[in-house]
């Protein structure tokens, strides 16, 4: 008697859960009730995973609104598979639509997700669950797949195996060995790179300067654990809030590349008349970037496409709903911003006349830099001069005078979309990711209200643009400097890399990932795993698809640009889970991928 066909997925965390969905639905239609087993490998609770898990500090808030967060399809997603509605995270925990949930309650609605999933299975389909961790995929490229588990007597035999693993630990870089070996040497705290839940935040000293190195939302995790965690409270509301301190917290200096923290959550609705995207970054641009010989580079051939993409997005908005700002005839400009090559003297002459107030006018360059060339004259005034840029941010990002600024966070989600397309080619930097967080995946605005008073209570200080550490060996401390307040030194015990690991294959502690990489499965620069855009299949060394082995998520050329998916946004991630199940259930019900496995294999 041959063996049921087996799939194997390895991680059961939101993206598992979300590929878990798209095969109940498509299942019916494309496999029938023929038998079928389903492995979720998972050393974590199937739904929720590790970043969501339940067990967790309910100090600790989603990025996103709970009416922006949705694991179920709608007519706007680009699907083969039927279109199965649900509620979104506020209609499911009947909650107010316009707050942002604890990471728990994000867990509970995830936990809820996958056992709807599973129970829309048929009853000729078995899951089987193992609350443990894959080390390792093997089998011919023509034959079944083995995947081993930590603690297992033996492989699971696999006809397909799905990859939808989340963040991963990273192994230290050299500057972090050497960070980590100073620090030993000297009786220091150094706290790496880490997912700021799982880090040993007990050994942050109360009542002491710490250094921080970043500051986007690892930062505002940091934070919040290391006051209200220790017992502070706020009191108040607003403008006026207050941070009583509970004695307990140390002091967080800190600073990043940039300087400033990620930009707030817009808190209104984009309504209206809203761009047509994408329009100069689109099927047709993209289609021509693939026919093209040779590679394609980010900076050269693309980026030129998005800083054009996204200012289309800007100025249409703000032509169509502040006409009184601009100085043009509306079709005039639409014509000549056609016309103009993207990054140009002439584009930028062109706004320049139709957009009387540069405050108006769309510059990424100097969003990407606010802080490049600014020298304060003191600490002192460097404090207030970050607290102003954050006041002015959060005023902004709240008033829908500025919806300008919400019609280039649709743009950022269309571009995302086209790089999709582009992935087979082209392997985005770090820069782009980090640019597209910094701008689109911002903390909420009551965060920012919560750093302005520790800002004011003296909690956390500002150490401003490109700064540097310094390991000192004679002192045996560290130090740190600021381009925005050059010369003047900050030392401390302890020092925070308030960043996650880059999911790159070459430092992954995952064994599983580390050993794709290492047999030779496909890889860009940046260490992600290669796969076809058409159906998410992982790519081999020598280009060809891998008829068994399929990956989504953030270790993938394919990963989308958030973590969740907006209600009636096309939901990219949605339709990557849709294709890849799709494919994975043609190939079972054919038979084609169920050949034996060797022993010897």
């Known amino acids: 008697m041959s063996p049921r066909p087996s799939l194997v997925i390895v991680g059961a965390g939101p993206r598992g859960t979300g590929l878990l969905e798209r095969l109940a639905a498509n299942l019916p239609g494309l496999y029938g009730d023929e038998p079928l087993d389903i492995h979720l490998v998972d050393p974590h609770p199937p739904g929720p995973g590790r970043i969501w898990r339940t067990a967790q500090s309910p100090l600790l808030w989603m990025n996103s609104e709970a009416d922006d967060v949705t694991m179920f399809t709608d007519e706007t997603v680009a699907l083969e598979g039927p279109v199965r509605p649900g509620p979104t995270l506020a209609e499911w925990a009947g909650i107010d639509g316009r707050s942002f949930p604890s990471r728990p309650q994000q867990g509970a609605y995830l936990r809820w997700v996958y056992e709807r999933a599973r129970g829309a299975l048929p009853a000729s389909v078995t899951v089987h669950e193992h609350r443990t961790t894959a080390l390792r995929v093997s089998g011919p490229r023509e034959g079944r797949q083995r995947v081993w588990l930590e603690g297992a007597d033996g492989p699971l035999l696999a006809d397909l195996v799905v990859l939808t693993v989340g963040h991963q630990e990273a192994e230290p870089d050299r500057e972090q060995r050497e960070l980590a070996a100073f620090a030993a040497r000297h009786r220091l705290v150094h706290l790496p790179p880490d997912f700021t839940a799982d880090s040993d935040l007990a050994a942050v000293p109360a009542g002491e300067p710490v250094l921080v190195r970043g500051f986007g939302l690892a930062f505002v995790d940091l934070m919040v654990l290391l006051t209200e965690g220790r017992g502070g409270r706020y009191e108040g509301e607003g403008d006026e809030l207050v941070y009583v301190p509970s004695g307990k917290e140390p002091v967080l200096y800190v600073g990043s590349r940039r300087g400033v923290p990620y930009h707030s959550k817009i808190g209104y609705d984009l309504d209206g008349e809203r761009p047509p995207l994408p329009r100069f970054f689109g099927a047709e641009q993209t289609d021509a970037l693939l026919r093209r010989p040779g590679p394609v580079d980010f900076r050269r051939d693309v980026w030129p496409l998005i800083d054009k993409e996204l200012g289309w997005a800007h100025y249409h908005r703000l032509f169509s709903t502040h006409p009184e700002r601009t100085a043009l005839d509306r079709s ?270």
């Open 332 to 601: 005039d400009f639409e014509k000549a911003y056609e016309e103009a090559p993207p990054r140009s003297a002439e584009l930028a002459a062109l706004v320049a006349a139709a957009v009387p107030d540069p405050a108006d006018r769309l510059d990424l360059d100097a969003l990407d830099h606010p802080l490049d060339g600014i020298r304060y004259p003191s600490a002192e005034a460097l404090q207030q001069g970050l607290r102003d840029y954050i006041t002015e941010d959060l005023t902004r990002r709240h008033d829908p005078a500025h919806s300008p600024d919400a019609a280039v966070f649709a743009g950022l989600l269309s571009v995302y979309g086209q790089l999709v397309r582009l992935s087979r080619r082209l392997d985005p930097d770090g820069w782009w990711h980090g640019f597209f967080s910094y701008l689109a995946s911002g903390p909420p605005g009551p965060r920012l209200r919560q750093l302005l008073a520790l800002s004011r209570a003296g909690v956390v200080r500002f150490l401003g643009p490109q700064v540097t550490v310094e390991a000192d060996e004679e002192r045996g401390l560290f130090r740190a400097v600021s381009a925005a307040l050059p010369g003047e030194w900050t030392e401390a015990r302890a020092l925070v890399e308030a960043r996650i690991p880059e999911p790159t294959l070459e430092l992954t502690r995952s064994p599983l990932l580390r050993a794709l990489y290492e047999e030779g499965t496909r890889t860009t620069a940046g260490g992600l795993l290669v796969v076809d855009p058409d159906d998410g299949r992982l790519l081999e060394h020598d280009g060809r698809p891998h008829p068994r082995r399929f990956a989504l998520g953030p270790h993938t050329t394919t990963r989308a640009g958030s973590g969740f998916t907006r209600p009636r946004t096309g939901g990219i991630a949605f339709g990557q889970n849709d294709v890849t199940a799709r494919a994975a259930l043609t190939l079972l019900r054919d038979r084609a991928c169920r050949l034996p496995a060797p022993l010897s294999v």
